[in-house]
């Protein structure tokens, strides 16, 4: 018989995600983990791709074998940790941390984050409009009315527009549709919590669930989803000048982003 080979263990990244990897990086009592093997490959695993350093598979910090559906999803991870430099920096790592929180966190609560998932529908962003100046209000109708069709047309969600603070009650009809649309794009089987991860992620980020679905069901790039969900920081950084915390905040945002739109579309045609 031959015998399994033993796991790489990722605690750290459970406490990577609670601190700024930078100041942890200057700090003697929380260092980052110094890099701990030689290579990073994929390899054969029932149900997909394991993810293998030194030969060794990875598991995620809750002990959860890291599968990849697909050998194109496996070789990214892969990448990641192959990226590494002389320690391993979790905030550098954003698909493996997105599938860890899928394997770990998601898999264990699908019906709660897509209950949550949901709320965001109730309050989306695309619906809430500025009524002056002229051209922020061309710029959001520019970019938001065509989402608004797309979850009208596509998805069969009506949903109601407010100018300001007002807030835009939704048609429980509309909340129904935008649920049946989530479930439809979740699926089931092996992939169903990286769909719905993936789905979350997009959806915090941009803080609007039609956009993220826009997204994942490629009715828009990335790309334009990204300009798209920054209309306004966009028109007040032209306005007063930008700042360079928050564009490195962004950027930061964008790389998860990124990560995201990356898995869903890696993993939107298994079922």
Not at 203 to 227: C, F, Q, R
Request: charged share 25%; net charge negative.
């Amino acid at each position: 018989m031959t015998k399994e080979p033993s796991t790489f263990s990722t605690d750290f990244f459970i406490e990577a995600a609670e601190r700024d990897p930078v100041k942890a990086a200057r700090d003697p009592a929380r260092p980052l983990p110094k890099r701990f093997y030689m290579e990073a490959t994929i390899g054969d695993a029932d149900g997909g791709f394991s993810i293998l350093l030194d030969g060794r598979p990875v598991n995620t910090p809750a002990k959860r074998r890291v599968i990849a559906p697909s050998r194109e999803l496996a070789e990214a991870l892969a990448a990641e940790w192959a990226a590494q430099g002389e320690v391993v920096d979790p905030s550098t790592m954003p698909l493996t941390k997105l599938v860890n929180s899928a394997l770990d966190g998601v898999s264990q609560n699908m019906a709660e984050v897509e209950a949550e998932l949901v709320k965001y529908a109730g309050s989306d962003m695309i619906c809430y409009r500025a009524g002056e100046p002229e051209s922020l209000v061309a710029a959001q109708r520019a970019a938001w009315d065509p989402l608004i069709a797309f979850a009208r047309d596509k998805l069969g969600a009506r949903l109601a527009l407010a100018e300001g603070v007002m807030f835009a009650a939704q048609q429980q009809e509309s909340l129904d549709a935008m649920a049946a649309a989530v479930r439809a794009f979740v699926g089931e089987g092996h992939g169903a919590a990286l769909r719905l991860a993936a789905l979350h992620v997009m959806t915090t980020l941009t803080g609007s669930l039609v956009l993220a679905l826009a997204k994942a069901l490629k009715e828009i790039g990335l790309a334009e989803a990204w300009a798209a969900a920054h209309i306004d920081e966009d028109f007040q950084m032209r306005t007063w000048g930008e700042d360079p915390e928050a564009l490195a905040r962004r950027a930061a945002r964008f790389s998860e982003m990124s990560a995201a739109a990356f898995l869903s579309d890696r993993v939107s045609a298994l079922r």
